[in-house]
């Protein structure tokens, strides 16, 4: 019953236009508010995603680690201890260290990974090479693949012959060409990638031979290894931990970057709750228009307290005339929000101003479901609250039908 008189007070005319005013001023403030929402969160699932492609390329579905030290031994009968466990679909041997990569008088800090031949089955860099080509030679013809934002520091061109660069790495007993505590070797750069700043700035891939021969290292000595995986991360992991046994640690890819996921999410919260502040002013209208449509149905109040309504009924009608106020924004935001996304999808109406410097020149958007179903509780929770004030009011008014 509450639902019918509810409609009905939102669809009949009030006899002061100002109640008809405030009540479709809170509709329109829910409504930029959803739409605000909608529009938003979004944007930052487009974001999301884009930024999670791209640490997907770069990094492994999963790796594995020694549970101490930033070395391990990893001989055939733990690799094939890895292999036998199910939804491994390939592995790699991988040695990272800090290192010097220098061009004449231009140098540069760099983290230098070795890699071996299966690597590109467990990262796709090279789906990111911009100039040059994939190839990290061999221990007798070093190569590197750089990032770009390396290549620009160092003044390297791979485009003209990758012409020799010296590699400088900590000097772990290596017998010659060691200057100041370092052990140095020529390499000419046969590729640039680029993915992201933070990648680009940092990372050259080599031969992993040929890095433990600079690092004097075992050809059964890594750093870690890195696995393609096929089923559920977090049951595969529990299987190769339970497997490897305490002296190796395993990590999923969100793992390897949970303090990114984190500020991810944190941020995308932070913003839902700033926007979520345009819905409470919306609430503050809605107070004002249910008020002021109490006083003019107080006959009507007085006339079902005659026939017996109860005053939970009446407090009902009101919370649900609250209600449909708050429906009918949320419905026309959430439409209008869903029309600028789609038009976004469609057209990139809303680009990037950074003159071409980002990897793609418009704000990405993906529309979630439970983005929908986060707007829409939001706004009812903040309807209720809202309406229960004057609807509590109008329920415990003592009012007469006399004139």
């Known amino acids: ?172 007993g290596a017998g010659f060409d060691a200057v100041e505590g370092m052990f140095a070797f020529n390499v000419s750069g046969q590729g640039v990638f680029a993915v992201q700043q933070e990648f680009d700035n940092k990372y050259i891939f080599t031969n992993l031979s040929f890095l433990q021969y600079m690092l004097s290292m075992t050809p059964n000595q890594i750093s870690g290894v890195e696995i393609k995986i096929n089923g559920s991360p977090e049951k595969i992991k529990a299987k190769l931990q339970t497997a490897l046994g305490k002296n190796f640690m395993v990590e999923t890819r969100y793992e390897q970057n949970k303090n990114l996921y984190a500020v991810m999410q944190m941020e995308k919260w932070v913003i839902y709750g700033i926007l979520s502040l345009i819905l409470i002013v919306a609430a503050f209208n809605m107070i004002g228009a249910l008020t002021m449509l109490v006083l003019e149905k107080q006959k009507d109040i007085a006339v079902l307290k005659a026939m017996g309504s109860s005053a939970s009924l009446i407090q009902k009608i009101f919370i649900t005339e609250g209600l449909v106020l708050a429906g009918v924004g949320t419905a026309i935001g959430t439409v209008l929000g869903t029309i600028i996304c789609v038009l976004q999808l469609k057209f990139k109406i809303i680009t990037l101003g950074g003159g071409g410097s980002f990897i793609i020149d418009y704000y990405p958007v993906k529309l979630m479901a439970t983005d929908y179903v986060l707007v829409v509780a939001t706004i009812t929770i903040i309807a209720i609250v809202a309406a229960w004030i004057p609807a509590k009011k109008a329920s415990q008014q003592l009012l007469s039908l006399k004139s």
């Open 1 to 172: 019953m509450q639902y019918l008189f509810a409609w009905r007070y939102f669809k009949s005319k009030k006899s002061t236009s100002a109640i008809n005013i405030i009540a479709w001023v809170s509709v329109t403030a829910i409504a930029v508010g959803a739409a605000a929402l909608i529009v938003i969160l979004s944007v930052f699932n487009g974001f999301e995603d884009l930024v999670k492609g791209l640490y997907t390329d770069f990094y492994a579905d999963m790796r594995v680690l020694p549970a101490q030290g930033k070395r391990m031994h990893m001989d055939e009968r733990t690799l094939y201890t890895i292999k036998s466990v199910e939804g491994i679909v390939a592995i790699s041997k991988v040695i990272e260290e800090k290192a010097l990569l220098a061009n004449g008088d231009y140098q540069s800090i760099v983290v230098v990974k070795g890699v071996d031949s299966v690597f590109s089955r467990t990262n796709h860099i090279h789906k990111h090479i911009v100039r040059g080509k994939y190839t990290t030679g061999d221990v007798q013809n070093p190569g590197i693949v750089m990032g770009a934002g390396i290549e620009n520091a160092v003044g390297a061109d791979v485009t003209k012959g990758g012409f020799p660069l010296t590699l400088y790495t900590p000097n772990k």
